[in-house]
Every structure is written in C-alpha cells, then in structure tokens.
C-alpha cells in the first residue's frame, strides 16, 4: 500500500471480437508477412501494452493530456509513474472461461484447439494505385483471430479518495460501457473492432479493517468475481453516417477456400468467407463459415472516389503536373490516413467489416476468346460465385474528435459526395466492378443517414448552395 493513496479499485473486463482482429509480433515465417502474438499456450492475446495504448488515446481524447498523464502516467522532467496497472488480455474457451491458470491442455477444448493454429484466418491483400491495378510490392497477407472470441483483463488503480482521483476512474469506466473498441491490427480498415460483454468493479479502503480483508479477499483469477459489482454505463454516442444497400445484381470479394452452397462442380472463383464464434450462454463454438464484406473493399473504393472528388472541387485535373496518387491528395491523408516512409498517421474514418448470413448465390461462367480467331483459348473456361442482390448496412464511424476541427469544408464535402455517389450505384464494390458486378445502390432513397442529421459534414450548407 502506498500511504498517500489508500484505495484500491479493481476492474475485470471482459471484451469479445466483433470482427476479426489481431495484435501482430512484427515476425513473419516462410509463407506470411506478419504472426499474432500468443501467451504461454500458444493461445492468441490481446497485450497489456496493447490495451494501454488504446485506452490513453481514446481518454485523451475525450478528457485532455493533462486528465490523461494522471491516470496514465507521463514521461520527460515530471515524469511520474502510471497509477494504473492493465494486465493481458487472456482467451476464452468453449465454457467461457478465461485461460489463466497456468499452462494447460488446449487440445482438450474444442475451440482452443482451433485457436492455437499458427493462423486461424488469412487474408489476402492488394493494394491498387490510380489506375486500378495492383501497385508494386501492394500484395500482401494478414493473420487474424476469429470474430466472437473472448478475452478478460483487468485493470488496477491506487486512489487517493480525492473527487479528481475518483472522477478519473469513473471517467474511465464510463469509457469502457459508452463505446466500443479497437485494437490490434487495421483498426480502420474493419479489424480489431470489440465490445464490452461485463464489467465488474470493486473498491477497498485499506485504512480500515473492513478494507484490508476485502482486499486481501479479492479475486486473483480472472474466472473469479468475488467481491465485484456489475457497472452498467449509458451507451455512448458516437458521431457515424449509416448507409442501406443492396447489391443490383451479383457481387464478389475474393479469397474465400470453398463454396457455402452446393454445386455439381465447385467454381473456381469464390467469395470471400471465415469462420466466427458464437455464443450460445456460456457455450462457445466456431462456426463453419460467414459470408464476408471487409471494411478495406469498402474503404478501398472510397479512398479513389474520395481523392476524385476533392480534386474537382479544387479544380485540379489531369494534365496540370500534380501527383495522381490518391495518397497525395490532402482529403485522403487527413479522413483515411497515410503511410510515408518516415512519418505515418491513422485516420479519422473507422470502417467495419461486414458478416452477412445466408442468403442467394448464382454461379457465372467465363471464357476468354482468342483476338485473332474469335475462338475460345484452350484451359480458359472458368467459372465464378457470386452473392445474389444482398442487402447490407454500412457504418462508418468518425473517430479522434480532437483533428475534425483541422478537416475543411471542401474536405467534408468530397466525403458527402463520394457517399452519395455509392448510394446512388455509382461506385462498385469488390471484384468485376468493370464487368457489372459489386453495384449497391440505396432503395429507399434516404442516402447517406449521419447520426448528427448532417452538421459535421456541412449538408445544410451544401444543400443550400445548389
């Protein structure tokens, strides 16, 4: 015990993945770029470090550096030690408990057993440059862990018993109930998106004999709630613009392994699908497959789209000496982020991946034709599997309130209109976008629906210059 903070709370968080995440070791092997970081057994975990990074950001945000280097800690001439301590977020397993007693057995437990594979899920990756080929050295793969796995961490604070000292936790707490979080790898681009299943708290006065018992009482295993009260916070309200689509015709993003439907032959090209963890109580299992619209096609296409139209507001056009890469464009870098080779930065536009249930699929067949002959290329018959005039609901969630005063007008205008545009069937997702596929359109004619009726984007203003 510290004599000048006397308090102890206590915290047992218990996140699940709502899309597919991953905190990667920056290690690869011989045939992907980047591995997950694993505990003791082997088993996927969300870092301490990790957890800590995505906690001080978000209560910066919200609450100011000086709030934050309080509860955090700080570097540099007042350098001053964290009161907070964040232990490792440690998995599930198929009875909803978390793996914290040592090392263990997990071929014991079905869903364990999935989990410990070098790489439960593999995406693959291209990066495409203004023309809309792939640009050099943009392949790429990830590994991620399922969507709907569980994981529990616990966080500890000396207080003070002041109001500010109390205020903090609380403000902390309330962090944790209002909003969901990101973490990990692609946090932007659909990845790594959590949300909180249970929060228990428990605080103890060591100045007293009551305290110290309850103290000494307290939970040590994550799987323990003694001595913790539920805390239940309002949901937060999150500035984000939400679009209802459904696909004209057929659609595809690729790199799925096998077909969800029965074929007589099975086609060659197939949608992209994973598996996912459901829960049904507290009985666990990973599901065979789900249909998959990741938050990188949908941010991909915005990305163009975006740059396009930004220039055209400013009238800059082909032929006058810029840069043609999207990454140039002010309105990308400042809403979607930018990696240079030194300096990089997130942005503020949060994308989700999308896991659709069952619904129709058609299967197209391909050839290719010899340009001189009009024959059909011997070997080049193909066929392709196509989702069938699916409906999706996108979100997009505008995050890091402390940049959107450095956005300006014209930026949030290109945004608008590059929304509409998708609204409107004018932007194809996924594969075949030349050939008539990937074309979502808006049926009830609302549009883009921001969740501040349009203010932060400036629709009133836009409206009434027309």
């Known amino acids: 015990m510290i004599a000048a903070r006397p308090i102890y709370r ?56 000086v709030a934050a280097a309080r509860l955090f ?28 007693e040592g090392l263990v057995d997990v071929q014991g437990d079905e869903l ?5 594979d070098d790489k439960p899920i593999v995406r693959q990756r291209v990066r495409l440059n203004h023309r809309g080929a792939a640009k050099d050295n943009g392949k790429f793969d990830q590994t991620l862990v399922p969507a709907g796995v569980r994981y529990t961490s616990w966080l500890g604070y000396w207080c003070d018993g002041s109001e500010q000292s109390v205020s903090d936790w609380e403000s902390l707490l309330a962090q944790l ?40 009482a307290r939970p040590r295993s994550r799987s323990d709630h003694t001595g913790l009260q539920l805390k239940i916070g309002a949901a937060g309200s999150a500035l984000e613009v939400v679009l209802q689509l459904r696909a004209e015709s057929g659609w595809r993003v690729g790199g799925g392994e096998r077909s969800l439907y029965s074929h007589v032959k099975m086609p060659d090209l197939l949608p992209q699908h994973e598996p996912a963890v459901v829960w049904q109580g507290d009985r666990g299992c990973l599901t065979e497959r789900w249909h998959l619209l990741p938050g990188s096609a949908l941010k991909g296409a915005i990305r163009h789209r975006l740059a ?48 659709l249930g069952e619904g129709r699929a058609g299967v197209l067949m391909h050839n ?99």
């Not at 997950?36 to 995505?54: F, H, I, K, M, W």
């Not at 249970?198 to 018992?213: K, P, S, Y």
Request: aromatic share 6%.
């Open 368 to 466: 290719r034709i010899d340009r001189y002959t009009g024959g059909v290329i011997r070997g080049a018959l193909f066929s392709e599997e196509v989702l069938w005039r699916t409906p999706v609901t996108l979100r997009i969630e505008v995050i890091d309130s402390q940049r959107h005063d450095s956005l300006t007008a014209t930026m949030r205008q290109a945004l608008q209109l590059t929304l509409e545009d998708l609204a409107a069937g004018w932007l194809p997702l996924g594969a075949g976008g030349s050939r008539g596929l990937g074309v979502f359109s808006d049926d009830t004619g609302l549009g883009p629906q921001w969740s501040d009726g349009g203010a932060w984007v400036g629709l009133n203003a836009m409206e009434a210059s027309e």
């Open 308 to 355: 396009f139209h930004y220039r055209c507001l400013n009238a800059e056009f082909a032929g006058m000496g810029m840069d043609p890469e999207p990454d140039s464009c002010p309105a990308v870098r400042a809403l979607l982020g930018y990696s240079d080779q030194d300096e990089g930065r997130a942005g503020i536009l949060a994308f989700s991946d999308l896991q």
């Open 177 to 216: 109930t209002g909003r969901c979080l990101r973490i990990g790898h692609g946090t932007r681009n659909g990845a790594g998106r959590f949300e909180v299943v249970a929060l228990l708290h428990g605080a103890w006065d060591l100045r007293t004999a009551q305290g110290r018992q309850g103290y000494l």
């Open 10 to 65: 206590m915290a047992q968080l218990t996140l699940q993945a709502a899309s597919a995440h991953g905190v990667h070791s920056g290690q690869g092997d011989n045939t992907h770029d980047v591995l997950l970081v694993r505990d003791a057994n082997g088993l996927p975990a969300l870092p301490g470090t990790s957890l800590a990074g995505v906690l001080r950001h978000d209560f910066t945000s919200e609450h100011g550096e």
């Open 73 to 100: 800690g700080q570097a540099g001439d007042d350098a001053q030690a964290s009161w907070l301590t964040i232990a490792w977020g440690l998995v599930h397993n198929s009875h909803n408990k978390p793996v914290a």
């Open 112 to 116: 364990l057993a999935r989990l410990v």
